[in-house]
């Protein structure tokens, strides 16, 4: 690690918050914007967060807010590595301990809608992790290496060859930011499902770290779609931004679906169309770099 | 200030006959639309900082209304909203009904009418910021209400 990598580590723990933030203050007004509302502030989702760290904090137990610590920590890290174009395989390993150590704080709580939400989550994990996996599998079958750095200097967009994954990985973004039709673990925003799902039991700064958990996770969700143009930074940025809208927008458009059908969706649907691409690199034995 | 950009409330239906309950969900729509201000409905009472109330107190529903007010945390504040709930209304003298909410855990503001308009119910609530402001500065905190066990009109 150089001087550097140090710096653009600095800057990604206290920039990548804001830039989550404000991603969450659009989303909450192109929302009501689609409602036919006024919307709240833009900077409410910060508002919301200096609100909830100066509330009391009531815990049923010791542990409970250990693991939102643990949360956020590793999207920092899982953050910290995609940034540095680490390998993508451990990327997405950081980023399953995450998601995991908020199952279990919701599960540590003992409430029961927590752990409907949790047991939930666990299944919106069963649904989007294959189709992570191919889209590490499909960098490495382009690239020769799991290894980010590879793909900056790649002759051609990765987008290019993988177009069905990226189509499943839009589907990803909806179910890991908890948006509908797939925000039945917990949900943002005025619409509830199940009080509030896992975070049912969370209050005041506890609940503020879930929150900063959720402008990284917006960020390095965001950041994965950039992975797909990652030659050219402007047309990358422009790309995730157009596939966070999408997101909004399916949001917007769509009802509240059972779990049993997103598994049918992801484990039919798009883990099909992402093994045809896989299987398309594979036999055609494309290189980009 | 920061307590005064978004306030969340949690709704209570204390046996009210949905007329206020109808309104509560009026402000949240395009036309009124509470969010503006920073408003969210929130499922949970542990991340709410303002509890509305509907409906008269009575001996049945005393306890659950104890037991959420109790898990609100601090600073919180309570906002009856209706005739019911701010004085007992139609039902004051039922057997069954204690009163209004005042009479079970402390209350700050009222909004009465039957029902209330949502603009009355959102006045009601900006009104509630600034005691929420107010118990923030002066850290004042809302005593735990105790439950008692079964609750029975002191004439039976």
């Known amino acids: 690690m150089n001087m550097n990598d140090i710096l653009l580590a600095v800057l990604v723990i206290f920039v990548a918050p804001v830039i989550g933030c404000l991603y969450a203050g659009i989303d909450r007004k192109i929302t009501a914007r689609l409602q036919g509302r006024v919307g709240p502030p833009l900077l409410q989702p910060y508002y919301d967060v200096r609100k909830l760290l100066s509330k009391d904090n009531l815990v049923v137990n010791p542990s409970q807010n250990f693991y939102v610590v643990v949360y956020v920590a590793f999207l920092i890290l899982s953050l910290l590595m995609l940034v540095l174009k680490a390998d993508i395989l451990m990327i997405i390993f950081v980023y399953t301990v995450s998601s995991i150590a908020l199952i279990v704080g919701g599960m540590s709580t003992g409430s029961p809608y927590a752990r409907i939400g949790s047991s939930r989550e666990i299944m919106a994990i069963l649904a989007y992790e294959p189709i ?42 909806n179910i890991k930011l908890k948006k509908s039709p797939f925000d039945y673990s917990t949900s943002h925003h005025g619409h509830q499902e199940l009080v509030k799902g896992m975070t049912t039991e969370y209050s005041g700064p506890g609940m503020a770290g879930i929150e900063i958990g959720h402008f990284y996770e917006y960020v390095f969700l965001t950041g994965l779609i950039f992975v797909f143009w990652a030659v050219n930074p402007l047309i990358g ?31 039919t649907l ?16 494309v290189k980009i770099v | 200030m920061s307590l005064a950009k978004s306030p969340w409330i949690i709704h209570v239906n204390c046996n009210s006959c949905n007329g206020c309950d109808i309104e509560v969900v009026a402000c949240l729509t395009p036309l009124y639309d509470a969010e503006r201000f920073g408003v ?5 009472p542990k991340q709410a900082d303002i509890m509305v109330v509907t409906g008269s107190i009575n001996y049945k529903n005393v306890n659950v209304l104890k037991n959420i007010y109790n898990q609100i945390p601090d600073p919180k504040v309570v906002l009856a909203v209706g005739a019911c709930a701010s004085t007992g209304g139609i039902f004051h003298n039922c057997y069954n009904v ?50 008692k ?6 004439n039976a």
Do not use: H
């Not at chain 1, 499909?138 to 750095?149: D, P, Q, R």
């Not at chain 1, 002759?155 to 994954?165: A, D, F």
């Not at chain 1, 798009?270 to 055609?284: H, T």
């Open chain 1, 132 to 173: 992570l996996i191919l889209y590490a599998l499909a960098i490495y079958l382009l690239t020769g290496t799991f290894k980010l750095s590879a793909l900056v200097n790649a002759s051609t967009p990765l987008l290019m060859y993988t177009p069905l994954i990226f189509i499943a990985m839009i589907v990803v973004l």
């Open chain 1, 237 to 267: 940025v422009l790309i995730s931004a157009a596939a966070f809208f999408l997101v909004t927008l399916i949001d917007n458009i769509t009802a509240r679906v059972y779990w049993q059908w997103m598994l049918k969706l992801s484990w």
């Open chain 1, 270 to 285: 798009l883990l099909a169309i992402s093994i045809v691409n896989i299987a398309f690199l594979y036999f055609s034995g």
């Open chain 2, 40 to 44: 969210l409905n929130i499922g949970t």
């Open chain 2, 98 to 147: 204690i009163g209004g909410v005042d009479q079970v855990i402390p209350v700050d503001a009222y909004v009465p009418g039957c029902c209330p308009r949502p603009e009355a119910i959102l006045d009601g609530v900006v009104a509630a910021l600034s005691i929420l402001e107010n118990k923030k500065k002066g850290n004042i905190k809302g005593k735990e209400v105790k439950l």
């Open chain 2, 149 to 154: 066990g079964k609750e029975v009109p002191s």
